[in-house]
Nanobody, 128 residues
Framework: QLQASGGGLVQPGGSLRLSCAAS????????IGWFRQAPGKEREGIAC???????????HYLDAVEGRFTISRDSAKNMLYLHMNSLKPQDTAVYYC????????????????????WGQGTLVTVSS
């Protein structure tokens, strides 16, 4: 199971750190990522990190967040994080973490992630 947390209300230009706790799986063995869904829009992948055990641990970002968001994992704690800086109102969305056991290299397409490995969302609202 995956459990996302850390969302909240933040002013434009502010920062937040989202966390994703994993239980029953070792995140190093999975391609894992952060996704978001804004009201009326499709879910989109924003950041992902490849498996460490079966691939190279490389990261990929959506152009709209590159340079502002950083994805990281803590193998010892079996946690995934998303550090978000310089937040914009258009970053407002429900954010989800997801993993997939069959991917080695991660992908930003949410459709390829196994339905069984999605956490519940956490709402991020960027507003003054």
């Amino acid at each position: 199971q995956l459990q996302a947390s850390g969302g909240g209300l933040v002013q434009p230009g502010g920062s937040l750190r989202l966390s994703c706790a994993a239980s029953g799986l070792t995140l190093d063995d999975y391609a894992i990522g952060w996704f978001r869904q804004a009201p009326g829009k499709e879910r989109e992948g924003i950041a992902c990190v490849s498996s460490v055990s079966s691939y190279d641990g490389s990261t990929h970002y959506l152009d709209a967040v590159e340079g502002r968001f950083t994805i990281s994992r803590d193998s010892a704690k079996n946690m995934l994080y998303l550090h978000m800086n310089s937040l914009k109102p258009q970053d407002t969305a429900v954010y989800y973490c997801a993993a997939d056991p069959s991917l080695g290299g991660c992908l930003l397409d949410p459709r390829v992630y196994n339905d069984d490995y999605w956490g519940q969302g956490t709402l991020v609202t960027v507003s003054s």
